[in-house]
C-alpha cells in the first residue's frame, strides 16, 4: 500500500477484554516498530521486529502484552486482560532498511480506551 | 540511554510571525536527532533529520534546524508560520552506529498553535 495502516482506527475495551492491534506496513520494508502514545505524552517505545524476527520487546510494559511478525509483513499487537491504563494510541512505523536511522513512516495509529 | 526534554508544551504565535521550538537532549552516545509533526488523529510525519554533516538542516515545509553539539540542542524554526502549521511537534533522538539499537526517544512534545 501507499503507506502504513493500522486497523482499527478506534477501540473501546472492557476492562478485562483481550484486544489485537493491527499493522500494514509499506510493502518491503525490512523494520517495523510499535509505539505506545498515552494522551499528552510522546510516543514511547514498546518492540521492534526485524523482518519476522523480535529483536527488541523491552519496552513492552507487562506479560499481558505480546507482538508478532509472523511472515515478515503484517504485525499484531495483543494485549491481554486489558486496564484502563492502558488506554492510548499505539502507533506503528516501518523503515525500508535495518536501522531507524533511515526514514521511519508511522501509521495513523490506533486510539484504544479500555472502560 | 537517552532523553529529550522539550522546553514548552504550548506554542502560542501569530501567523507570519517566526517561531523557534526548543529541543535539548542527553546520550552517552552519539545520537542522530529527528523533528516528527502530528496534525489532530494522524500519526508522526517527518519534518527533518540531522544525521551527519552540517548542521543547519533544512526540511519540509519550510521548517529548518540546527544542530548544537555542545549545548546539545537541536531547536527547530521557521520563519514565518501559517494557520496549517498548527500541530504538536516532537524532537527525537535514536543512537547512531550498528550496535546501538533502533529505538526513537521522543520528547514530550510542543503544541504549536497559529492564530489569525
Known amino acids: 500500500g501507499a503507506g502504513v495502516s493500522q486497523s482499527p482506527r478506534y477501540k473501546v475495551a472492557k476492562r478485562g477484554q483481550d484486544v489485537a492491534l493491527r499493522c500494514d506496513p509499506i510493502s518491503g520494508h525490512v523494520s517495523l516498530f510499535w509505539y505506545q502514545q498515552a494522551l499528552g505524552q510522546g510516543p514511547e517505545f514498546l518492540t521492534y521486529?526485524?523482518?519476522?524476527?523480535?529483536?527488541?520487546k523491552s519496552g513492552l510494559p507487562s506479560d499481558r502484552f505480546f507482538a508478532e511478525r509472523p511472515e515478515g509483513s503484517v504485525s499484531t499487537l495483543k494485549i491481554q486482560r486489558t486496564q484502563q491504563e492502558d488506554s492510548a494510541v499505539y502507533l506503528c512505523?516501518?523503515?525500508?532498511?535495518?536501522?531507524?536511522?533511515?526514514?521511519?513512516?508511522f501509521g495513523q495509529g490506533t486510539r484504544l480506551t479500555v472502560v | 540511554a537517552q532523553s529529550v526534554t522539550q522546553l514548552d508544551s504550548q506554542v502560542p504565535v501569530f501567523e507570519e510571525a517566526p517561531v523557534e521550538l526548543r529541543c535539548n537532549y542527553s546520550s552517552s552516545v552519539s545520537v542522530y536527532l529527528f523533528w516528527y509533526v502530528q496534525y489532530p488523529n494522524q500519526g508522526l510525519q517527518l519534518l527533518l533529520k540531522y544525521l551527519s554533516g552540517s548542521t543547519l538542516v533544512k526540511g519540509i515545509n519550510g521548517f529548518e534546524a540546527e544542530f548544537n553539539k555542545s549545548q546539545t540542542s537541536f531547536h527547530l524554526r521557521k520563519p514565518s508560520v501559517h494557520i496549517s502549521d498548527t500541530a504538536e511537534y516532537f524532537c527525537a533522538v535514536i543512537p547512531n552506529g550498528e550496535t546501538s539499537g533502533s529505538r526513537l526517544t521522543f520528547g514530550e512534545g510542543t503544541q504549536l498553535t497559529v492564530n489569525p
Open positions: 521486529f526485524q523482518n519476522e524476527a523480535q529483536l527488541d
Open positions: 512505523a516501518s523503515s525500508l532498511r535495518r536501522l531507524m536511522n533511515t526514514e521511519a513512516f
